[in-house]
T-cell receptor, first 116, second 115 residues
Framework: AQSVTQLGSHVSVSEGALVLLRCNYSSSVPPYLFWYVQYPNQGLQLLLKYTTGATLVKGINGFEAEFKKSETSFHLTKPSAHMSDAAEYFCAVSEGLTGGGNKLTFGTGTQLKVEL | DGGITQSPKYLFRKEGQNVTLSCEQNLNHDAMYWYRQDPGQGLRLIYYSQIVNDFQKGDIAEGYSVSREKKESFPLTVTSAQKNPTAFYLC??????????????FGPGTRLTVL
């Protein structure tokens, strides 16, 4: 069974500071990993995903994440936070067809606050 | 524009009533999903469908029902058997059966409140 743990339900950073959102996963097979962003009362938008190949994945809006198998982690980073980054971020894992229907299992989310 | 539409955006229901949430996509996607979102709990899968006329239960299917009569439509009915239906409901779709290389795209959601 697959699972995701997001450490820190709320993270606050200053504008221009580094953003680091943590995600650890558990999977019985090589995982596929995703980060989504959600703005208030809206659906989710894909930021980036790791399937195979390069472990450092670049996404939209300047975000990137690194897949570290030894640490079972997929932390999301951005060098310089912008006010528009304030949103809720979700990490998700899929075991592909092995897991049945390519289902995604989501973490509980991290609310990012960006302060002036 | 291609995308996923959910209606209505806000829905109010009295206890004991069934209610149906609409999800339509014009992306020609094969697979569709329904999630429930509660504060602090992330998204939980209710039902999913990979092809027309077929669907499977997710992790929290009790008190919900779905149908998939058309490729573009995947309505969710919240029945009176669902004990705590107040939540934000999200519909998603994915292109095909090629694995997680296909991204799940999400609709804007429906907020259901039981009065």
């Amino acid at each position: 069974a697959q699972s995701v743990t997001q450490l820190g339900s709320h993270v606050s950073v200053s504008e221009g500071a580094l953003v680091l959102l943590r995600c650890n996963y558990s999977s019985s097979v090589p995982p596929y990993l995703f980060w989504y962003v959600q703005y208030p009362n809206q659906g989710l938008q894909l930021l980036l995903k790791y399937t195979t190949g390069a472990t450092l994945v670049k996404g939209i809006n300047g975000f990137e994440a690194e897949f570290k198998k030894s640490e079972t982690s997929f932390h999301l980073t951005k060098p310089s936070a912008h006010m528009s980054d304030a949103a809720e971020y979700f990490c998700a894992v899929s075991e592909g067809l092995t897991g049945g229907g390519n289902k995604l299992t989501f973490g509980t989310g991290t609310q990012l606050k960006v302060e002036l | 524009d291609g995308g996923i539409t959910q209606s209505p955006k806000y829905l109010f229901r009295k206890e004991g009533q069934n209610v149906t949430l609409s999800c339509e996509q014009n992306l020609n996607h094969d697979a569709m999903y329904w999630y429930r979102q509660d504060p602090g709990q992330g998204l939980r899968l209710i039902y999913y469908s990979q092809i027309v006329n077929d669907f499977q239960k997710g992790d929290i299917a009790e008190g919900y029902s779905v149908s998939r009569e058309k490729k573009e439509s995947f309505p969710l009915t919240v029945t009176s058997a669902q004990k705590n239906p107040t939540a934000f409901y999200l519909c998603a779709s994915r292109k095909g059966l090629a694995g997680p290389l296909d991204t799940q795209y999400f609709g804007p959601g429906t907020r259901l409140t039981v009065l």
